[in-house]
């Protein structure tokens, strides 16, 4: 071993879903928006000229759209290159403590990543047998608190006093609620923040927004809390946000009608398809997200995983302990869930399941 | 103070350059090219529809291109979101030893900012009285070394030579080369990396290449390298480079002649303008950069800094130690130096220098 490979910081790293090169594949496996983004996104690219010169490192008008949007001051948004930058630099910021972060041992697999690179103490409460959070569990001693509502990969959404009452018994530690899928059925903890000063809500243009590939998130709290976090952000890279993700993001914002007509759109796609899969064998907690977590009563998970990928379809499988029989199936236009549909019937006949 | 205040990392972020909203002003103060991007990188923009997936989390095609342009193996490339990001990411994976990692008194200054907000020791040996690097003071133990090469903001490039006797002095340590400005007139050390496994070279889109709105920098080196950072890059944010920004750099680095266009462009402006300041009584080193670095014999660099800012002409004035009389003037058009040589022919006879 070289003298310097000595300091080298060693990590497991999050391993995200394929992203398959080729076009002709159904990808249902990343929580994707099947749609394009509003058409108003098209314009703000335009401005190329403008490209040559560094971004506004505190991100106004993309703060300000989105302060406007959720009726809060600016003060208490902040802007990242998508929710996992927010929360990676939440981590960093927050949870210098000694005691252990909590978060649920099924849930959003970024986590415990982000807290083993920063050395962080970490403990991983249990879901219960339905995959529903123990609230209880979150009150003790703790250097802070994520919950995933709706949490991932099990699309189950807990109520707003159920957050409350996390955060309430948690006055001493920062409670962050990671709302990644919220606008697709889950009832936001935004309220809260002018209630509790040590709540953070996290949100993202990935999913709703269709702009994964422009990299917007955004958390809201109190002020001394934005602040510190923006801080902490200054220090890692003053100019994160690209000039075209600032554009971008403030015309999805002003295009609400777009926004709620495509998020619509996929709830009713999740309804009927969640329905068909109940009459192929399949069981499943109701989803509030874009997608659903089931197991099927004979069929392996792995199985129909591999079976699809066979015929150009990607859903995502976590070959972890207690999920590893079920399948995350992010929901896609009707006519790729009719195609899904479709590959199943023929895969449950000819496996005689 | 709230319990989990406790727990909140405290930092001094990093300060950039005022960017000021008005449009009528002339910046010479962030080093940001005056021209335009490639007009290819228009048309990159243009794949809207795909913005509702996520990026390629291994930037291969943006790699594949600056791995082509520059002649080297793909594995010995990593992109990152400006080269802020790449360094920040550099600090975090390399620089976990007990040593102190050494820097300039006189650079960038983000490094200290890194080195601090990670909990990194370092020592900062002085440039000599001409702000030249002094390479037997990086002959002693040491976490790693950081390089920028021309240095920052001293506009002064050192040869390859120079470079290499550094890292032949530290096998033991990661040697790092900040080559933002290197395409203004410096001597890269990127043919070193064949013969030295500890040396890392550092790029930017930001200044040659008119992208700094886009957030693009690389850094290139031997596969074991790369291959640590990437882990370490992927368990903090698998998704940085947006889908925009990836289009753009293939753009740009395509478009080669016109690169070389404007690069020249401002070396020529750069030469005459250089000229026209010394005969108005300002001292400075040879520029390899798209700055110079000035001192006036008798007018105090505060008071300019200030009169040019009424006058709509922002430069970079640092109020710090050593170099609290010089001025840091990015290279623009040649009718934005005219506009300021002017404001400065007046400032020196109104005020008698």
Chains 1, 2 share one sequence.
Request: proline share 5%; hydrophobic share 40%; aromatic share 12%.
């Amino acid at each position: 071993m070289k003298a310097w490979e000595a300091n080298i910081r060693r990590v497991t790293p999050y391993v995200p879903g394929e992203q398959p090169k080729s076009k002709d594949v159904i990808k249902l496996n990343t929580n994707e928006n099947p749609y394009p983004p509003s058409p108003r996104v098209k314009e703000a690219l335009l401005n190329v000229d403008e490209l040559r010169k560094y971004p506004d490192p505190n991100v106004y008008d993309l703060r300000k759209a989105l302060a406007d949007y959720h009726k809060i001051d600016i003060n208490r948004m902040f802007v990242g290159v998508g929710s996992d930058d927010v929360l990676a630099n939440i981590f960093i910021t927050f949870f210098n403590g000694d005691k252990p972060v909590l978060f649920p041992d099924i849930t959003y697999s970024f986590y415990d990543v982000w807290a083993s690179l920063y050395n962080i103490p970490f403990e991983q409460p249990k879901l219960d047998d339905n995959f529903r959070i123990v609230k209880e569990d979150y009150y003790k001693p703790n250097g802070g608190i994520v919950i995933a509502n709706p949490n991932a990969p099990t699309a189950i959404a807990e109520p707003m006093s159920f957050i409350e009452d996390i955060v309430k018994n948690n006055q001493e530690s920062v409670v962050v609620v990671d709302e990644a899928y919220v606008d697709f059925g889950g009832e936001s903890a935004l309220p809260l923040i002018d209630k509790y000063d040590n709540l953070l809500v996290v949100r993202t243009f990935s999913k709703s927004r269709s702009l994964a590939g422009m990299r917007i998130g955004y958390v809201m709290g109190h002020e001394d809390l934005i602040a510190a976090l923006n801080d902490v952000k200054q220090s890692i890279n003053s100019y994160t946000m690209t000039r075209a993700s600032i554009d971008v993001g403030v015309a999805s914002v002003l295009d609400d009608d777009y926004f709620r007509e495509y998020v619509a759109k996929i709830v009713s796609t999740r309804e009927a398809f969640s329905k068909e899969m109940r009459e192929l064998g399949f069981t499943f907690a109701d989803s509030s997200a874009n997608f659903i977590f089931a197991k099927h009563n004979k069929a392996k998970a792995a199985d129909i995983y591999n079976a699809a990928k066979d015929k150009g379809i990607f859903v995502r499988y976590f070959n972890k302990p207690r999920i590893d029989n079920y399948l995350r199936i992010t929901i896609g236009t009707d006519e790729e869930m009719d195609k899904f549909l479709a590959f199943l019937k023929e895969f449950l006949t000819t496996s005689g399941c």
